[in-house]
């Protein structure tokens, strides 16, 4: 997927169609056949199986369309509309930092609270100064470690406690999923519901997000997407990360399943100021400050709460998003970008077969977003910060 790849996106690129925005669900999109094009040369470069691809808006849906298949097997069934796929750290932006914020809303939990006062178990530890606040923008200095089979919440928040933090909180975007593992488990604390119900309660079931939950039941993993944990092993409904199986599948950072249709609710509903369908689940004013930026490394580094907005991690957000969106990625290769400038969001669920061409991942990703764009609306023109795609998550 390199000179071939590159000559057909030039072309692509030079010669895109107009397109109609037809269709107010998800089952009756449009066709874009350059997004097509890119896909499936993603596909017979072997860097993936296969992928849905979603485009929207805040009232309709404008693309959805999938590819390839569920596996590299021999005579694997086909991806479709539905298929479940592992989102991986997606579960930050979708079920975490939500959870977190809700909280925070409802004055249960503050922003700016200092860790220790959820966390008795920092008291004493040098880690006063640490505030929830960099745990979501992954400031706090904070680095992962692996979890063994058996391990506990408590022990992975003893062992937390004890690490020397690599930086003053708040002075360097280092990014880690110990930072999320707490807050999942600070949800936990607050509430008085694991995380998993918490966020199925207060946004999954409100959403009418049918599919997206932890741990996937036996019955649905015939449509779940495979991941890979070694060059012979396949999980179905199992997630991929290490951590997240050491913790039983439900954990802050990762861990969470869902589909195309279930993801594009809930994009639909950050781009309506948190309200869909007449219901509110988060308050405008929440979902402003979880998309206003937080800049580090001399602004070179731009967060969110929870959201990547300009990073090494930000390859979604393509060439002609503006500054004012925000999105977020997973090491599974799915990925979501949303622009409320643009009123347009993109999203590509992957089951990933190449786990080694990060780059080549990311330029898809970056592709695909710059096309929907194309398609879907006229750019706005704001120039935003360029950065590496050579990293991902």
């Known amino acids: 997927m390199s000179l071939r790849y590159l000559l057909v996106l030039a072309v692509l690129l030079l010669s895109v169609p107009a397109f109609g925005q037809d269709g107010e669900e998800l089952g009756n999109p449009v066709r874009g056949d350059a997004i097509d094009c890119v896909v499936r040369e ?6 993936i199986n ?12 404008l693309f959805l369309h999938s590819y390839g298949s569920l596996s590299p097997s021999v005579n694997a069934p086909n991806t479709e509309a539905d298929t479940i796929f592992d989102l991986a750290s997606l579960t930050k932006v979708l079920a ?3 959870s977190v914020m809700k909280l925070v809303e409802e004055e249960r939990v503050g922003l700016y609270d200092p860790v220790t006062k959820w966390f008795p178990e920092f008291v004493g530890k040098d880690k006063d ?23 506990t919440m408590q022990q992975v928040v003893a062992r937390a406690s004890l690490l020397d933090l690599r930086a003053r909180p708040g002075d360097r975007f280092k990014y880690a999923d110990i930072n999320f593992i707490l807050l999942g488990e600070l949800v936990g604390r607050v509430a008085g519901v694991p995380l998993d119900r918490y966020a199925a309660e207060n946004f999954f079931a409100p959403l009418g997000m049918i599919d997206t939950r932890f741990n996937p039941p036996e019955e649905v993993r015939s449509r779940c997407a495979a991941t890979r944990i070694e060059e012979d092993c396949l999980l179905y409904g199992a997630v991929q990360d ?28 950050i781009l309506r100021g948190g309200e869909l369908g007449g219901k509110r689940l988060l308050a405008e004013r929440t979902v402003r400050r979880m998309a206003s930026p937080n800049f580090f490394h001399d602004g070179k580094v731009v967060r969110g709460l929870g959201w990547d907005i300009v990073s090494p991690y930000s390859s979604p957000r393509g060439k002609l998003f503006s500054c004012a969106s925000f ?21 590509i669920l992957v089951s990933r077969r190449d786990y080694r061409k990060n780059g080549d991942l990311n330029r898809l990703r970056g592709t ?4 929907a764009a194309t398609l879907f609306f006229k750019p706005t023109h704001r120039k935003c910060r360029e950065n590496s795609a050579e990293e991902t998550r």
């Open 42 to 47: 993603a596909i017979a470069s072997g860097l």
């Open 50 to 61: 296969g992928a849905v691809v979603f485009v929207g808006n805040s009232s309709d849906a």
């Open 96 to 98: 975490t930092a939500p």
């Open 129 to 151: 100064n640490l505030l929830i606040f960099h745990l979501l923008t992954h400031t706090s200095g904070l680095v992962d470690f692996p979890l063994a089979e058996g391990t």
């Open 242 to 269: 290490p951590n997240a199986r050491m913790l039983g599948g439900v954990a802050g950072h990762a861990g969470l399943f869902g589909t195309a249709t279930d993801l594009s609710r809930f994009c639909r509903m």
């Open 327 to 347: 999105g977020h990625t997973g090491y599974s290769g799915c990925s979501l970008w949303i622009d409320p400038d643009s009123d347009l969001f993109v999203g």
């Open 368 to 371: 695909v977003s710059t096309l």
